[in-house]
């Protein structure tokens, strides 16, 4: 079993920002992608950011240059700094990673944060 706990959610003004963490926990043998998705009140879930194992990274056009994605493998952890934050950037936020225990690789999913940019 695999948990992923993540934290840093909150509420924040237009403009401002705030960093989210990430970390996975339980049996684990290696973890290659990490990332975070996004779901709005009404809408599909939308992948926001990933990070490879070996550092690769892309983003959602909608948040390039403003999100920051990066891990710290020796503590199975993902992070996602967001910066400049935006009224629609308004959601909950989900970790994801790509695990494998021993036997195949297997994503697991957090449990979710709230993300709410408002005045």
């Known amino acids: 079993q695999v948990q992923l706990v993540e934290s840093g959610g909150g509420l924040v003004q237009p403009g401002g920002s705030l960093r989210l963490s990430c970390a996975a926990s339980?049996?684990?043998?290696?973890?290659?992608?990490m990332g975070w998705a996004r779901q709005a009140p009404g809408k599909q879930r939308e992948l926001v950011a990933t990070i490879t194992s070996g550092g690769s990274i892309n983003y959602a056009d909608s948040v390039k240059g403003r999100f920051t994605v990066s891990r710290d493998n020796a503590k199975n952890t993902v992070y996602l700094q967001m910066n400049s934050l935006k009224p629609e950037d308004t959601a909950v936020y989900f970790c994801?990673?790509?695990?494998?225990?021993?036997?195949?690789?297997?994503?697991?999913w957090g449990q979710g944060t709230q993300v709410t940019v408002s005045s």
């Open positions: 339980g049996t684990i043998v290696r973890i290659d992608a």
């Open positions: 994801s990673a790509d695990v494998d225990s021993g036997h195949r690789y297997t994503r697991y």
